[in-house]
């Protein structure tokens, strides 16, 4: 079954700053950007830029399981997807990103990232993005996004894949490197 992703799901604009991101050491609250998503997704919270809440006003709050996406990318990187996870921090999310936060209850948050990082997701937003060098997409462009949706049981099998995989990928890169330190010591022996 095909839904409109703003059938499933609110679609909040992330705050803009006048100018870069405000740092602030004893700041009571973070900011989100692009850059704090990794590449399966996640956000890394350490990496959070500090700021004062006092003076933010808006909606761009983040609540766990809200599905963040990049407003920019480019023809072959596409658009950053990621998911929050974290509750005990009050973290705003920036102009470069979409908040997207599910809203009925047939559709799993981590499903929607899985589904919007895939090939086919990507496609779709790339074919809605606009521009030359960096491309955006529009609010509503996205809102007229079309977003299969499995039954839950197929939605909890696809997450449980992707996390699989995701696992296996990272022990490979610990292989590596593993192995990379291995044939050092082994060439630094003969020194």
């Known amino acids: 079954m095909l839904r409109k992703l703003s059938s499933i799901t609110t679609i909040v604009s992330g705050y803009s700053f006048r100018g870069a991101v405000p740092?602030?050491?004893?700041?009571?609250?973070?900011?989100?950007?692009?850059?704090?998503i990794d590449e399966d997704g996640l956000?890394?919270?350490?990496?959070?830029?500090?700021?004062?809440?006092d003076v933010i006003r808006t909606d761009a709050f983040l609540q766990k399981n809200d599905v963040?996406?990049?407003?920019?990318?480019?023809?072959?990187?596409?658009?950053?997807?990621?998911?929050?996870?974290?509750e005990d921090k009050k973290v705003i999310a920036t102009s470069s990103l979409y908040v997207l936060r599910v809203t009925d209850a047939s559709i799993l948050p981590e499903y929607l990232l899985y589904y919007l990082k895939s090939f086919y997701g990507q496609h779709s937003l790339k074919s809605m993005m606009k521009g030359a060098?960096?491309?955006?997409?529009?609010?509503?462009?996205?809102?007229?996004?079309?977003?299969?949706?499995?039954?839950?049981?197929?939605?909890?099998?696809?997450?449980?894949?992707?996390?699989n995989l995701i696992n296996?990928?990272?022990?490979?890169?610990?292989?590596?490197?593993?192995?990379q330190t291995l044939a050092d010591n082994i060439?630094?022996?003969?020194?």
């Open 133 to 163: 060098t960096v491309q955006t997409i529009s609010k509503k462009d996205l809102a007229s996004l079309d977003i299969p949706i499995p039954p839950k049981t197929r939605q909890q099998l696809i997450i449980g894949t992707m996390n």
């Open 168 to 179: 296996q990928k990272r022990l490979h890169v610990k292989k590596i490197y593993l192995l």
């Open 23 to 36: 740092f602030d050491a004893s700041g009571n609250c973070f900011a989100a950007q692009v850059k704090d």
């Open 68 to 86: 963040l996406l990049a407003t920019r990318g480019t023809d072959v990187g596409g658009l950053k997807v990621g998911l929050y996870t974290d």
């Open 187 to 191: 060439m630094a022996t003969q020194a």
């Open 43 to 53: 956000i890394d919270h350490s990496c959070l830029t500090p700021i004062r809440e």
